[in-house]
């Protein structure tokens, strides 16, 4: 008969015997090798054994798809340091206390997790929700560990919203790290400044003093309550996606205005000769083919004031575009602000408000280039992770499923 060698990967142990089952499983009988244990009582290494403690039946690694078990009498010492004399039951490091599961076991299941849910874990392991559900708190903690960053230089900080169509919003707080790797130190139950205060005053006084830079849009709670903790010695970079985003929007608005002005006052055939210039109106000018240069000149007679939109937009992307110093750059917004008063068009004054409040944070951007990308990223994983799994509105399993998600494979491969 041929035969296969299968290492258990459990150490000082000996198997004892092998059975199968009609149901397709495994169990293996084994017996520790290891003398002595801990009193549990005064702390004392024991060696006076005691018996054996009753049968414990461990979920294992699946051997060829059959789903494993061991089987195994834990072994009892009695203490002679101790007055009472108490036993203590050996504790083994491949499995913990009350866990129906061995550690590797364990380490499987999470690593199976990774961009999974818990529901199709459940079903492929023939395993309970709520013993994979046990699994994730035994060894994910919903909050930080401290102790396993060195610094928190550069932190983003963002919102999104549990539910589609409500405003409950919890706020996400991550690290870009020296490395390049991101990770999620925070997820609030809401965006109040108190609430983001409360969390930056958690962080390690060690941590605080390496944090350099703040990443995040133009909400004004995350700006004030970041400046309020940490004051001057921080630099508040507002993202300049979103920055973008508030000035397109702009030339967007008059977009739509302006086209249904002009399809009422043109003949249909006419009409339709400007068809695509909403997408174009939304490319860069590196991305403008010929025929688009075209449709631009066909638009330019019927609404002037939105060919004059659209390339002061281009204008002041070409700003954030270039190789210019902090204050080059507030010198140079200070005049495109001058163009756009001087051409009389209306659609950019609400973020012409935002710019001059926010200056300081705009034009921090042109220090060293930084932006919020790696936290819209980490929002996508999110949005990925919340449609993958019907929706998390318990914001601790969304922090430990972005933790496995993150560093499944680094910790649990």
């Known amino acids: 008969m041929n035969c296969l060698e299968i290492p258990l990967d459990i150490t000082s142990v000996t198997i004892e015997s092998v059975e199968f089952t009609e149901e397709g499983e495994i169990f293996v009988t084994i017996t520790s090798m290891i003398e002595g244990t801990v009193c549990h009582v005064c702390g004392q290494e024991i060696t006076d054994f005691y018996g054996e403690d009753r049968e414990i039946i461990l979920r294992h690694l699946s051997i060829l798809g059959k789903p494993t078990y061991l089987k195994f009498k834990p072994r009892r010492y009695r203490c002679s340091h101790c007055k009472a004399q108490p036993t203590t039951t050996q504790r083994l490091p491949w499995y913990e206390l009350r866990s129906p599961h061995t550690r590797a076991y364990e380490n499987h299941i999470l690593l199976s997790l990774v961009n999974s849910t818990v529901m199709d874990v459940s079903i492929k392991e023939g395993i ?8 994730i708190k035994r060894h994910v903690s919903p909050e930080v560990d401290w102790s396993e960053f060195e610094d928190l230089e550069i932190i983003g900080v963002d919102e999104i919203s549990l539910k589609k169509g409500h405003r409950d919003f919890v706020t996400i707080i991550s690290v870009l790290l020296r490395n390049g790797k991101k990770r999620v130190i925070g997820v609030l139950e809401d965006r109040k400044k108190e609430t983001v205060r409360k969390f930056f005053r ?33 630099r508040i970079v507002a993202d300049r996606f979103h920055v973008a985003k508030l000035y397109r929007k702009g030339v967007d608005d008059l977009r739509k205005k302006e086209l249904k002005r002009i399809k009422k006052a043109l003949p249909k055939e006419e009409y339709k000769s400007l068809k695509g210039v909403m997408w174009v109106l939304r490319k860069n000018v590196e991305d403008l083919t010929e025929a688009d240069v075209e449709l631009i000149k066909k638009l330019k007679p019927h609404a002037p004031m939105l060919v004059n939109a659209y390339l002061l937009c281009l204008t002041l992307t070409n700003i954030f575009k270039s190789s210019i110093t902090k204050e080059q750059a507030r010198c140079q917004l200070r005049g495109w602000k001058g163009l756009v008063r001087k051409s009389g068009i209306d659609c950019f004054d609400s973020f012409l408000n935002t710019m001059e409040e926010r200056m300081e944070e705009i034009t921090n951007y042109f220090v060293e280039r930084q932006n919020s990308g790696f936290v819209e990223g980490l929002n996508n994983k999110i949005k990925v992770i919340k449609r993958r799994c019907y929706g998390i509105l318990n ?16 910790l649990f491969a």
């Open 128 to 135: 309970g929700y709520e013993a994979v559900m046990g699994i």
């Open 395 to 410: 914001r601790n399993h969304l922090f430990q499923r972005l933790f496995i998600d993150l560093r499944g494979y680094e």
């Open 202 to 234: 958690s962080i390690p006084k060690r941590l605080r003093k390496t944090v350099r830079v703040f990443c995040m849009d133009l909400y004004e709670g995350f700006i004030n309550a970041a400046k309020a903790f940490f004051g001057r010695k921080i």
